[in-house]
């Protein structure tokens, strides 16, 4: 019985993905085709995964899902989001430093930050501030389909002038209504005591969905949430990252290393020119922040060359698990799609990815990390034949563990003119808009997690999707309180209404009881 539930849950939301389609399509759409951006129009007529994203954020009611996907899309065309680009929003905007994606907090999401001391209010600039925010959110939806984002408000120094609430409105929309599923939690942190009647009409703002992801912390209150790796010195963490533009901020291969240095890999001028191409790359690859003065970063890489390679390659493949999930690229499909799962057990610290060239050229591929200190990639740079696959061993090194912030970066660039061209030359050769990036995340299993941190502790992760399903249940009582609320006051209106109705009619009533005594009184 319990195998049947999932599988009817499953055709359930089917049914009311197609459910929206239509009603989207017929009520919608109907009164004019150009209501919408075509580009928006087709993603919802296409991507299942993005229906399902409003469809969950609105508590699987298909008539709120409906109204949600309208805001979204009309906003999306009033602001011209599918064009916004980095040559779109005045340069000045990008220089201040108030709004930057930077670090992960400790479940893995990337952590989006809002200076608030650096906001002034100003209504000339507001159009620009929220295609500021807007941008942002796009590029990381681009980078990192399906991964939401803890929002952070450093309110450190700020005061009220700092205070736009018709910005923070917005900033709220765009969680609430704009990008379903975006929002893992909102931390306001280290709020002045002057601001909290502000805060409560914001809170007022806010959804049944996005009140309990709402948090405030101290300094000392902040670390439960972000590890001191991640939080600048100023709220107790050791992470001395500087804000500059530009160019665009990219950290995501500028994480801390070892305390030993920089580990080499087997040839040590591979490693050096590894390290030259990771600083080219940070400019075209994920979408965080630069520091003030670049760290080198050594990545492990290395080509595939001799039969014996070839050997190796095929020893490690064995008792290494099969990715179940496949992403079809421009220039290879890469499985797994999404993520590298890693464990405690001895075949779950190696991870498989498998390349396959779609294309009829030679296809160059390199792998870059973010944790090259903990992973060993083999091979980490080589080329793919047309219609031939490739097999990527990804382990863990010594006794690292994985963490939900490491991430890989697959990088493949069609060889037209194949000859003896060496792969070092070619990636210096050639054009960045040429090459296709596909990124991989990690997903830590249970047992390490348990593995890793003391039993007190463990207890409280077997409980976790306890309270994430109380979360979700606290959600839907809070929204159907909503709605009986709002029905109660109604009735409440209409037993006024009624109330006055009868008193009115009882003053009527005395009314022409005292006109009938007068009239029979003799005269």
Known sequence: MAEHEPQQGEQDLEKKIVEIRQRFKNELLKDSTDKYDSRDVERIEQEDALVEAYLTWRLYVVDDTLKMIDESLLWRKEFGINDVSEGTIPRWMFESGAVFLHGYDREGNKLFWFKVKLHIKDAKTVVDKKKYVAFWLERYAKKEPGMPLTVVFDMTESGLSNIDMDFVKYVINCFKVYYPKFLSKMIIVEMPWIMNAAWKIIKSWLGPEAIAKLKFATKAEIHTYI??????????????????????????????????????????????????????????????????????????????????????????????????????????????????????????????????????????????????????????????????????????????????????????????????????????????????????????????????????????????????????????VMACNSRLEQKMNSCLWVQKVLTGLVLVLLALNLLCLYLLGTAQRPS
Request: aromatic letters at 6%.
């Open 227 to 476: 590890g001191a790796e991640h939080l600048p010195p100023h709220l107790g963490g050791s992470d001395h990252f500087k804000y500059t533009y530009p160019p665009l901020p990219d950290d995501d291969f500028q994480t801390p290393l070892c305390e030993n240095g920089p580990m080499a890999g087997e040839d040590d001028a591979e490693s050096k020119e590894g390290e030259m191409e990771s600083r080219d790359a940070l400019e075209s690859s994920f979408n965080s922040e630069i520091v003030a003065k670049p760290k080198k970063v050594n990545f492990l890489e290395e080509s595939l060359r001799s039969e014996d390679g070839e050997r190796d390659t095929n020893v490690r493949v064995k008792g290494v698990r099969k990715p179940l999930t496949t992403f079809k690229g421009l220039l290879l499909d890469v499985s797994p799609s999404e993520e590298l799962s890693f464990g405690s057990g001895e075949n779950e610290k190696k991870c498989l990815i498998i390349l396959s060239n779609v294309t009829k050229n030679q296809v160059a591929f390199k792998v870059r990390t973010t944790a090259p200190e903990k992973y060993r990639v083999k091979p980490s740079s080589s080329s793919c034949e047309p219609g031939a696959s490739v097999d990527i061993v990804v382990s863990l090194h010594g006794g690292s563990q994985a963490s939900p912030q490491d991430r890989f970066l697959i990088m493949a660039a069609e060889m037209e003119n194949t000859g003896s061209q060496e792969l070092t030359q070619f990636w210096k050769d050639v054009q960045k808009n040429k090459i296709m990036e596909h990124r991989l995340r990690c997903h830590v299993l249970d047992s390490v997690k348990s593995a890793a941190v003391p039993h007190r502790d463990s207890l409280g992760e077997t409980s976790t999707n306890g309270q994430q399903e109380l979360s979700t249940t606290l959600m839907r």
